[in-house]
Structures are given as C-alpha cells and as structure tokens.
Nanobody
Framework: QVQLVESGGGLVQAGGSLRLSCAASGRTFSIYTMGWFRQAPGKEREFVSCISQSGSFTSYADSVKGRFTISRDNAKNTMSLQMNSLKPEDTAVYYC????????????????????WGQGTQVTVSS
C-alpha cells in the first residue's frame, strides 16, 4: 500500500508564496505520475499540476501556469508544489495524488486517473 501525506499549507496574503510538500511511504516503487489537485468549498476537485515519474514531463492548469512549479525527488520519495503570486481564488484544500499505472496520458488531468490520495492541506489566500 501507499501513503501520501501533504504539508505546507496555511494562510497567506495575496501575492505571497507557499510551498506544499507530499511525502510518500509504503510501496513507493509503484507510484508513477504524481499530481496536485485542489477543491474549493462547493466546487469539484480540479487538476492543478502533475509530473511524470522521471520528472521530465510536467503539466499545469492554465489558471496556475507561470505561477506554480511542480517538482519531485524520487530518492526522497517527495513531491513539491511551489506556489507564487497567490490569488484569493487559489484558496482550496490541496491534495497530493499518485498513479499506479505507467504512462503520461490524458488521464493525468482527472481525479479518476489517480489511485493514491493524501488527506489534503488547506491553503487560504486573503485579499
């Protein structure tokens, strides 16, 4: 089994920065693409960013492109999301996710494409 634990959330003013981390444990060799999703109150869980197993490929939602940067360290079984120029609309619970199947295909954009999930970390951006 795989466990994912997020950290780094908090309260920040608009324009500020936060760095989220996701630590994986257990059968980490079974994790391929990893991603970040977020869910605001009353809204669907939405794709934020993902990274391939090797780290060679990354994808971003248009809403965060140019402001967020995803990275992973396979030796440490961690993934990070550097969030800059934060906006109030970035307020949400952020979830770390991992896929147990190889391939960097279109399923990477959907929550249903992921097999492992963390419990989430709250990010609140005040105006």
């Amino acid at each position: 089994q795989v466990q994912l634990v997020e950290s780094g959330g908090g309260l920040v003013q608009a324009g500020g920065s936060l760095r989220l981390s996701c630590a994986a444990s257990g059968r980490t060799f079974s994790i391929y693409t990893m991603g970040w999703f977020r869910q605001a109150p009353g809204k669907e869980r939405e794709f934020v960013s993902c990274i391939s197993q090797s780290g060679s490929f990354t994808s971003y939602a248009d809403s965060v492109k140019g402001r967020f940067t995803i990275s992973r360290d396979n030796a440490k079984n961690t993934m990070s999301l550097q969030m800059n120029s934060l906006k109030p609309e970035d307020t949400a619970v952020y979830y770390c996710a991992g896929k147990k199947t190889a391939g960097y295909d279109s399923s990477r954009y959907a929550p249903t494409g992921y097999d492992y999930w963390g419990q989430g970390t709250q990010v609140t951006v005040s105006s």
